[in-house]
């Protein structure tokens, strides 16, 4: 197993499970969340074919016994990888940390990109706003 390089600290809460020249996987310290890039020969083709998608970045979201795991991106180098993992345990604390109090399934879809902050709020909103009418 290769070590992290020394000039990688990782944010807080975070630990290593695993870095390999073909792999990288690091959880929070309290299990919820395991982020990885792996190597992949069978990542999608990028619009440009002469440049290939060399790794795939997962989110496993873990909820008592229950998880699950969706891809949350490709990127083409390790180097890449290993820095978009990085942002993303820290935008996962940030917002764990913060005010938001989003739900696991929320924040992985906050990652792959298939909503925003904004969207979010929207929910959080209209859940309250149903939550307050339907109290006594």
């Known amino acids: 197993m290769n070590p ?3 000039d990688v600290l990782l944010p807080c809460h975070w ?10 996987e690091f959880r929070r310290d309290d299990d919820r969340f395991t982020i990885s890039a792996v190597r992949s020969e069978g990542c999608p083709p990028r619009s440009d ?15 008592g016994e229950a998880s699950s795991a969706v891809t949350i991106g490709y990127v083409t180098t390790r180097e890449v990888a290993l820095d978009t993992v990085l942002k993303h345990m820290e935008r996962i604390n940030e917002t ?9 399934g929320a924040m992985v879809d906050l ?3 298939r909503t925003t902050i904004d969207d979010l709020d929207d929910r959080t909103r209209t859940t309250k706003r149903i939550a307050e009418e339907l109290s006594p």
């Open 4 to 6: 992290v390089p020394d």
């Open 15 to 24: 630990l290593r499970k695993e870095f390999s020249a073909d792999r990288m």
């Open 49 to 63: 074919p002469s440049s290939s998608h060399g790794w795939e970045l997962r989110c496993r979201q873990r909820a």
């Open 96 to 104: 764990i940390e913060g005010e938001v109090g989003l739900s696991s």
């Open 111 to 113: 990652l792959a990109g």
